[in-house]
């Protein structure tokens, strides 16, 4: 199994960027998959959480407004568009693939680098 981010970078605030996690090795449809970041010296947080069904994805008050989660199943794919980036929202941003809660079927990807600076 083999999760990998892409689309980070630097931006400035105010812009926008789209993430997307790629998965490989398993069947996108049948796992929860969730959207994590992590800032420097902070502790690793929530940032969306994508149902299989992709009803009721659920957001961080943080993000709620800004950010969108989407899946594509047939793709295996899925992707974080955030809008209206803040400085605060600088962090290695994580990809995550659950089977179901407290599964051992529990995948992360490697990270991508968000810079949010003037």
């Known amino acids: 199994v083999q999760l990998v981010e892409s689309g980070g970078g630097l931006v400035q605030p105010g812009g926008s960027l789209r993430l997307a996690c790629a998965a490989s090795?398993?069947?996108?449809?049948?796992?929860?998959m969730s959207w994590y970041r992590q800032a420097p010296e902070k502790e690793r947080e929530l940032v969306a959480g994508i149902p299989t069904a992709a009803y009721n994805t659920n957001y961080a008050d943080s993000v709620k407004g800004r950010f969108t989660a989407s899946r594509d199943n047939v793709r295996n794919t899925v992707y974080l568009q955030m809008n209206s980036l803040k400085p605060e929202d600088t962090a290695v941003y994580f990809c995550?693939?659950?089977?179901?809660?407290?599964?051992?079927?529990?995948?992360w990807g490697q990270g991508t680098q968000v810079t949010v600076s003037s």
């Open positions: 995550r693939a659950q089977r179901s809660v407290g599964s051992p079927l529990d995948y």
């Open positions: 090795g398993l069947t996108l449809s049948t796992y929860y």
